[in-house]
């Protein structure tokens, strides 16, 4: 299965505080998203990693934000989608930086220590 996102990887790489939804619902296994932890296990990382409030968000977002991401290229203004996100960086007075997940790993981390210099 691929991931939603490669926030975390680069979280890793550029040393910042982050949670890995990943690596809490995925057993590390090669090639990686093929096998899922039992519930169980998963629940005690989630304890173990992330604030409470983190967790309640984890539990019960699982479904909906599936439901969001499926429609988010295509939705409209009723919706948290690329259209309302588009509209939001093009008032910006500060600069944007875009990482892409097609744009590999260590030219984002790159891209992410230049606009920090």
């Known amino acids: 299965m691929p991931r939603a996102s490669s926030a975390a990887t680069a979280g890793t790489c550029l040393a910042i505080p982050h949670s890995d939804s990943d690596a809490i619902d995925w057993l590390p296994t ?4 093929t096998t899922a932890r039992l519930l169980g296990a998963r629940q005690g990382l989630l304890i173990i990693t992330c604030p409470h409030r983190g967790r309640r968000r984890h539990r019960s977002g699982e479904r909906s934000i599936l439901t969001w991401a499926a429609a988010y290229d295509t939705a409209g203004p009723e919706q ?15 600069p944007v930086l875009r990482l892409d997940s097609a744009t590999p790993l260590m030219d984002s981390v790159a891209a992410v220590q230049a606009a920090l210099r």
Do not use: K
């Not at 090669?30 to 998203?33: C, G, S």
């Not at 948290?80 to 500060?94: F, I, M, N």
């Open 30 to 33: 090669d090639p990686p998203f």
């Open 80 to 94: 948290r989608s690329r259209v309302g996100h588009e509209a939001w960086l093009a008032l910006q007075t500060t």
